[in-house]
């Protein structure tokens, strides 16, 4: 359990799972939750836009194809927001819409870490989630 101080719990760490299709959410998310975050979801560009504008998360977890928008759009708001939250891009998408969407990231000098195809490696998505909770605690523990 992580502690604050004395008799006092921190918020648990938080993952935003920004997808357009419901079972590939709750899959993320379970997966999240096993990985020691508190999950929201965001189902289009403009309810991830709101969600980002009003808080900020520990991970997100980002598809690139969101019904007629494309992830992308995301990915500028995160650059304007100067967002330093580690991103895994999830994606259907053939490896050169991959990549270019993470030489976009980059550009922008956002947090990415390794893309992942769909159907996602469950038990890679937990790893990488695991690795950014160790790190998310450890700023945690440096700003306190």
């Avoid at 007629?68 to 053939?94: F, N, Q, W, Y």
Wanted: proline share 3%; aromatic share 2%.
């Amino acid at each position: 359990m992580r502690s604050a101080g004395p008799n006092t719990e921190a918020e648990p760490l938080s993952l935003l799972v920004i997808e357009d299709a419901m079972i590939h959410r709750t899959i993320i998310s379970r997966i999240g939750e096993k990985a020691g975050f508190a999950t929201e979801t965001a189902s289009s560009v403009d309810a991830a836009a709101a969600v980002l504008r009003a808080r900020e998360f520990d991970a997100i977890t980002l598809d690139l194809a969101l019904g007629e928008r494309v992830g992308a759009e995301v990915l500028r708001l995160l650059a304007d927001l100067k967002c330093r939250t580690p991103v895994i891009i999830i994606s259907v998408s053939d490896d050169t819409i991959v990549e270019e969407a993470c030489r976009i990231g980059r550009a922008f000098d956002l947090n990415l870490w390794k893309p992942l195809h769909k159907p996602i490696d469950l038990a890679v998505l937990r790893d990488m989630l695991e690795q950014i909770s160790v790190c998310a605690g450890l700023r945690r523990i440096a700003r306190a």
